[in-house]
Protein backbone atom coordinates (compact mmCIF):
# COMPACT_ATOMS: atom_id res chain seq x y z
CA UNK A 1 0.00 0.00 0.00
CA UNK A 2 1.33 3.37 -0.76
CA UNK A 3 2.65 5.51 2.24
CA UNK A 4 0.88 9.28 2.72
CA UNK A 5 4.39 11.08 2.86
CA UNK A 6 5.29 14.55 1.27
CA UNK A 7 4.59 13.87 -2.47
CA UNK A 8 0.75 12.53 -1.41
CA UNK A 9 0.38 15.88 0.74
CA UNK A 10 1.60 18.33 -1.55
CA UNK A 11 -1.04 16.53 -4.24
CA UNK A 12 -3.76 16.98 -1.75
CA UNK A 13 -3.32 20.48 -0.29
CA UNK A 14 -2.91 21.49 -4.29
CA UNK A 15 -6.19 19.96 -5.80
CA UNK A 16 -8.72 20.98 -2.58
CA UNK A 17 -7.14 24.64 -3.24
CA UNK A 18 -7.90 23.82 -7.08
CA UNK A 19 -11.39 23.46 -5.66
CA UNK A 20 -11.31 19.55 -7.17
CA UNK A 21 -14.04 17.29 -6.68
CA UNK A 22 -13.85 15.22 -3.38
CA UNK A 23 -14.57 12.07 -5.25
CA UNK A 24 -12.23 12.03 -7.64
CA UNK A 25 -9.77 12.58 -5.59
CA UNK A 26 -10.65 9.42 -3.66
CA UNK A 27 -10.91 7.60 -6.52
CA UNK A 28 -7.40 7.97 -7.63
CA UNK A 29 -6.00 7.67 -4.40
CA UNK A 30 -8.19 4.39 -4.37
CA UNK A 31 -6.83 3.48 -8.42
CA UNK A 32 -2.87 4.55 -6.82
CA UNK A 33 -3.83 1.44 -3.87
CA UNK A 34 -4.81 2.90 -1.26
CA UNK A 35 -7.61 1.36 0.90
CA UNK A 36 -10.84 3.47 0.37
CA UNK A 37 -11.30 4.13 4.13
CA UNK A 38 -7.41 6.00 4.52
CA UNK A 39 -8.23 8.11 1.00
CA UNK A 40 -11.46 9.54 2.63
CA UNK A 41 -9.63 10.24 5.94
CA UNK A 42 -6.72 12.25 4.20
CA UNK A 43 -9.08 13.71 1.50
CA UNK A 44 -11.32 15.02 4.25
CA UNK A 45 -8.19 16.59 6.48
CA UNK A 46 -7.09 18.10 2.97
CA UNK A 47 -10.21 20.19 2.77
CA UNK A 48 -10.82 20.82 6.20
CA UNK A 49 -14.10 20.74 9.29
CA UNK A 50 -15.60 22.18 6.35
CA UNK A 51 -16.32 18.71 4.86
CA UNK A 52 -17.12 17.14 8.04
CA UNK A 53 -21.10 16.61 7.10
CA UNK A 54 -19.74 14.91 3.96
CA UNK A 55 -17.64 12.90 5.80
CA UNK A 56 -21.05 11.56 7.69
CA UNK A 57 -22.41 10.65 4.00
CA UNK A 58 -19.52 8.85 3.17
CA UNK A 59 -19.46 6.46 6.44
CA UNK A 60 -23.59 5.57 5.94
CA UNK A 61 -22.47 4.04 1.83
CA UNK A 62 -22.43 0.77 1.89
CA UNK A 63 -19.44 -0.62 2.83
CA UNK A 64 -19.77 -3.32 0.95
CA UNK A 65 -19.68 -1.82 -2.56
CA UNK A 66 -17.05 -0.96 -4.89
CA UNK A 67 -14.34 1.52 -3.67
CA UNK A 68 -16.29 4.21 -6.19
CA UNK A 69 -19.53 4.23 -3.87
CA UNK A 70 -17.94 5.67 -1.01
CA UNK A 71 -16.34 8.38 -3.38
CA UNK A 72 -19.38 8.96 -5.31
CA UNK A 73 -21.22 9.94 -2.26
CA UNK A 74 -18.64 11.97 -0.80
CA UNK A 75 -18.50 13.93 -4.44
CA UNK A 76 -22.34 14.06 -4.22
CA UNK A 77 -22.18 15.89 -0.92
CA UNK A 78 -19.27 18.50 -1.50
CA UNK A 79 -20.68 21.78 -3.87
CA UNK A 80 -18.77 21.62 -6.73
CA UNK A 81 -16.49 24.31 -7.24
CA UNK A 82 -15.79 25.55 -10.50
CA UNK A 83 -11.68 25.85 -11.22
CA UNK A 84 -10.93 29.26 -11.62
CA UNK A 85 -9.64 29.80 -15.25
CA UNK A 86 -6.12 30.62 -15.93
CA UNK A 87 -5.09 34.02 -15.40
CA UNK A 88 -2.34 35.47 -17.84
CA UNK A 89 0.30 37.23 -15.88
CA UNK A 90 3.98 38.61 -17.90
CA UNK A 91 5.89 35.45 -18.63
CA UNK A 92 9.55 35.99 -17.75
CA UNK A 93 10.65 36.11 -21.24
CA UNK A 94 12.64 39.60 -21.51
CA UNK A 95 11.00 42.17 -24.26
CA UNK A 96 12.40 43.02 -27.40
CA UNK A 97 12.30 41.91 -30.76
CA UNK A 98 16.63 40.60 -29.85
CA UNK A 99 17.45 38.54 -26.49
CA UNK A 100 20.69 38.41 -25.46
CA UNK A 101 20.89 34.69 -23.66
CA UNK A 102 24.13 34.44 -22.44
CA UNK A 103 26.45 34.35 -25.14
CA UNK A 104 24.23 34.37 -27.87
CA UNK A 105 21.51 36.55 -29.76
CA UNK A 106 18.16 35.17 -30.41
CA UNK A 107 15.57 36.48 -32.17
CA UNK A 108 12.17 36.70 -31.53
CA UNK A 109 9.82 36.20 -34.72
CA UNK A 110 6.53 36.18 -32.75
CA UNK A 111 4.78 36.25 -29.55
CA UNK A 112 1.32 34.95 -28.74
CA UNK A 113 -0.33 35.93 -25.29
CA UNK A 114 -2.83 32.56 -24.70
CA UNK A 115 -1.32 30.52 -24.59
CA UNK A 116 2.01 32.58 -23.53
CA UNK A 117 3.86 31.07 -26.73
CA UNK A 118 7.32 32.34 -28.06
CA UNK A 119 8.88 31.65 -31.48
CA UNK A 120 12.61 32.33 -31.68
CA UNK A 121 15.23 32.37 -34.30
CA UNK A 122 19.27 31.22 -33.91
CA UNK A 123 18.91 29.69 -30.56
CA UNK A 124 21.45 27.64 -31.48
CA UNK A 125 24.31 27.42 -35.10
CA UNK A 126 23.80 24.92 -37.67
CA UNK A 127 27.35 23.34 -36.05
CA UNK A 128 25.87 23.41 -32.65
CA UNK A 129 22.69 21.63 -33.93
CA UNK A 130 24.67 18.90 -35.80
CA UNK A 131 27.07 18.45 -32.83
CA UNK A 132 24.09 17.94 -30.75
CA UNK A 133 22.71 15.19 -33.37
CA UNK A 134 25.76 13.10 -33.42
CA UNK A 135 26.22 12.77 -30.30
CA UNK A 136 22.70 11.80 -29.56
CA UNK A 137 22.52 9.04 -32.88
CA UNK A 138 23.72 6.17 -31.02
CA UNK A 139 22.58 6.34 -27.92
CA UNK A 140 19.06 6.44 -28.83
CA UNK A 141 16.25 4.37 -26.96
CA UNK A 142 12.62 4.84 -27.08
CA UNK A 143 10.64 7.51 -25.65
CA UNK A 144 8.20 6.98 -22.75
CA UNK A 145 5.78 8.80 -21.09
CA UNK A 146 4.75 9.24 -17.42
CA UNK A 147 1.92 6.87 -16.20
CA UNK A 148 -0.81 8.69 -14.95
CA UNK A 149 -1.65 6.05 -12.06
CA UNK A 150 2.13 5.63 -10.71
CA UNK A 151 4.36 7.71 -12.26
CA UNK A 152 6.69 5.23 -13.95
CA UNK A 153 7.86 5.50 -17.38
CA UNK A 154 6.04 3.78 -19.85
CA UNK A 155 6.10 3.25 -23.70
CA UNK A 156 2.49 3.90 -25.53
CA UNK A 157 1.77 3.91 -29.20
CA UNK A 158 0.80 7.51 -28.91
CA UNK A 159 4.61 8.88 -28.68
CA UNK A 160 6.42 7.35 -31.48
CA UNK A 161 9.87 8.59 -30.96
CA UNK A 162 13.37 7.79 -30.18
CA UNK A 163 15.25 9.88 -27.06
CA UNK A 164 18.77 10.07 -24.77
CA UNK A 165 18.68 12.26 -21.73
CA UNK A 166 21.83 14.38 -20.92
CA UNK A 167 22.87 15.54 -17.42
CA UNK A 168 22.50 19.46 -16.33
CA UNK A 169 26.17 20.34 -17.34
CA UNK A 170 27.59 17.41 -17.71
CA UNK A 171 30.20 18.70 -19.85
CA UNK A 172 31.63 22.17 -21.17
CA UNK A 173 29.19 21.74 -24.43
CA UNK A 174 26.00 20.91 -22.47
CA UNK A 175 26.82 23.64 -19.49
CA UNK A 176 27.07 26.36 -21.95
CA UNK A 177 23.96 25.03 -23.70
CA UNK A 178 22.06 24.66 -20.67
CA UNK A 179 23.30 28.31 -19.57
CA UNK A 180 21.98 30.02 -22.70
CA UNK A 181 18.32 28.09 -22.38
CA UNK A 182 17.96 29.27 -18.54
CA UNK A 183 18.97 32.94 -20.09
CA UNK A 184 16.30 32.79 -23.00
CA UNK A 185 14.15 31.49 -20.63
CA UNK A 186 14.65 33.80 -17.75
CA UNK A 187 14.87 30.92 -15.01
CA UNK A 188 17.55 29.62 -12.47
CA UNK A 189 19.63 26.65 -14.53
CA UNK A 190 19.15 24.60 -11.33
CA UNK A 191 15.30 24.54 -12.03
CA UNK A 192 16.06 22.78 -15.17
CA UNK A 193 15.74 19.02 -15.95
CA UNK A 194 18.16 18.06 -18.31
CA UNK A 195 18.23 18.28 -21.74
CA UNK A 196 16.34 15.62 -23.91
CA UNK A 197 17.22 14.49 -27.56
CA UNK A 198 14.32 12.56 -29.73
CA UNK A 199 14.02 11.36 -33.09
CA UNK A 200 11.28 11.00 -35.17
CA UNK A 201 11.66 9.06 -38.28
CA UNK A 202 8.97 9.21 -40.99
CA UNK A 203 5.42 9.37 -40.22
CA UNK A 204 6.73 9.85 -36.31
CA UNK A 205 3.92 11.66 -34.38
CA UNK A 206 3.07 12.48 -30.65
CA UNK A 207 -0.23 12.93 -29.83
CA UNK A 208 -1.46 16.17 -28.38
CA UNK A 209 -0.65 15.89 -24.56
CA UNK A 210 0.64 18.69 -21.72
CA UNK A 211 4.04 18.63 -20.38
CA UNK A 212 2.61 19.93 -16.67
CA UNK A 213 2.07 16.84 -14.12
CA UNK A 214 -2.25 17.14 -13.98
CA UNK A 215 -2.45 17.52 -9.98
CA UNK A 216 -5.97 15.16 -10.48
CA UNK A 217 -3.16 12.42 -11.22
CA UNK A 218 -2.11 10.94 -8.54
CA UNK A 219 1.37 9.70 -10.51
CA UNK A 220 2.43 13.53 -10.82
CA UNK A 221 2.66 13.63 -7.31
CA UNK A 222 6.07 11.14 -7.72
CA UNK A 223 7.86 13.50 -10.08
CA UNK A 224 6.48 16.71 -8.32
CA UNK A 225 8.02 15.96 -5.02
CA UNK A 226 11.40 16.35 -7.03
CA UNK A 227 11.63 19.76 -8.06
CA UNK A 228 7.59 21.09 -8.23
CA UNK A 229 5.41 21.20 -11.29
CA UNK A 230 7.17 22.38 -14.43
CA UNK A 231 6.48 25.49 -15.42
CA UNK A 232 7.45 26.23 -19.11
CA UNK A 233 8.85 24.11 -22.28
CA UNK A 234 11.66 25.22 -24.81
CA UNK A 235 11.75 22.97 -28.06
CA UNK A 236 14.47 23.64 -29.88
CA UNK A 237 14.30 22.32 -33.71
CA UNK A 238 18.04 20.51 -35.06
CA UNK A 239 16.87 20.36 -38.83
CA UNK A 240 14.81 21.07 -40.75
CA UNK A 241 11.79 19.27 -41.68
CA UNK A 242 10.69 19.17 -45.56
CA UNK A 243 7.20 18.26 -43.98
CA UNK A 244 5.17 18.04 -41.42
CA UNK A 245 6.41 17.80 -38.02
CA UNK A 246 5.17 20.95 -36.93
CA UNK A 247 4.70 21.84 -33.15
CA UNK A 248 0.31 22.11 -33.24
CA UNK A 249 -1.39 23.77 -30.11
CA UNK A 250 -4.86 22.36 -31.15
CA UNK A 251 -6.56 24.28 -28.37
CA UNK A 252 -5.13 27.41 -29.66
CA UNK A 253 -5.13 26.47 -33.25
CA UNK A 254 -1.11 27.51 -33.66
CA UNK A 255 1.44 25.53 -35.52
CA UNK A 256 5.17 25.87 -35.51
CA UNK A 257 7.43 24.70 -37.92
CA UNK A 258 10.82 22.86 -37.33
CA UNK A 259 13.18 25.30 -38.46
CA UNK A 260 17.01 24.23 -37.42
CA UNK A 261 18.13 26.13 -34.99
CA UNK A 262 14.70 28.11 -34.30
CA UNK A 263 12.84 26.73 -30.56
CA UNK A 264 9.37 27.30 -29.23
CA UNK A 265 8.56 28.22 -25.61
CA UNK A 266 5.58 27.92 -24.30
CA UNK A 267 4.55 28.72 -20.22
CA UNK A 268 1.79 26.95 -18.57
CA UNK A 269 1.89 27.93 -14.92
CA UNK A 270 1.26 31.38 -13.82
CA UNK A 271 2.27 32.81 -10.18
CA UNK A 272 -0.69 31.44 -8.83
CA UNK A 273 0.60 27.72 -9.84
CA UNK A 274 -2.31 28.01 -12.10
CA UNK A 275 -2.14 25.62 -15.04
CA UNK A 276 -2.83 26.56 -18.38
CA UNK A 277 -5.13 24.46 -20.66
CA UNK A 278 -4.66 25.77 -23.64
CA UNK A 279 -1.19 24.54 -23.54
CA UNK A 280 -2.34 21.08 -25.01
CA UNK A 281 -0.12 20.37 -27.54
CA UNK A 282 1.60 17.55 -29.85
CA UNK A 283 4.36 16.80 -32.45
CA UNK A 284 2.50 16.42 -36.00
CA UNK A 285 3.41 13.51 -38.17
CA UNK A 286 6.68 13.57 -40.04
CA UNK A 287 5.05 13.69 -43.64
CA UNK A 288 8.95 13.82 -45.20
CA UNK A 289 12.32 13.29 -43.88
CA UNK A 290 12.77 13.37 -40.31
CA UNK A 291 12.61 15.44 -37.18
CA UNK A 292 15.44 16.16 -34.60
CA UNK A 293 14.88 18.21 -31.68
CA UNK A 294 15.82 19.20 -28.25
CA UNK A 295 13.69 19.63 -25.11
CA UNK A 296 14.48 21.84 -21.94
CA UNK A 297 11.36 21.42 -18.79
CA UNK A 298 11.94 24.09 -16.37
CA UNK A 299 10.46 23.40 -12.54
CA UNK A 300 9.30 25.51 -9.86
CA UNK A 301 12.37 24.84 -7.77
CA UNK A 302 15.58 23.62 -7.92
CA UNK A 303 16.15 19.85 -9.88
CA UNK A 304 18.56 17.70 -8.49
Known amino acids: MPVLDAAWQEWLSTNAARGCAMGSMIDAMVQAGFAVDAAQQAVHNAFGSSVAKVAKVANVADTAAAPTSAASAAEAAL ?3 APQAYRYDDAPVARG ?7 R ?3 VLMRCERPQVIVFANVLSPEECGEMI ?4 HRLKRSTTVNPA ?3 EDVIRNRTSEGIWYQRGEDAFIERIDRRIASLMNWPVENGEGLQILH ?3 TGEYQPHFDYFPPDQPGSAVHAARGGQRVATLVIYLNDVPDGGETIFPEAGLSVAAQQGGAVYFRYMNGQRQLDPLTLHGGAPVLA ?3 WIM ?4 RERAYG
Request: net charge neutral; glycine share 10%.
Open 295 to 298: TKWM
Open 79 to 81: PQT
Open 97 to 103: NTIHAYD
Open 134 to 137: ERSR
Open 105 to 107: EVQ
Open 200 to 202: YGP
Open 150 to 152: TGQ
Open 289 to 291: GDK
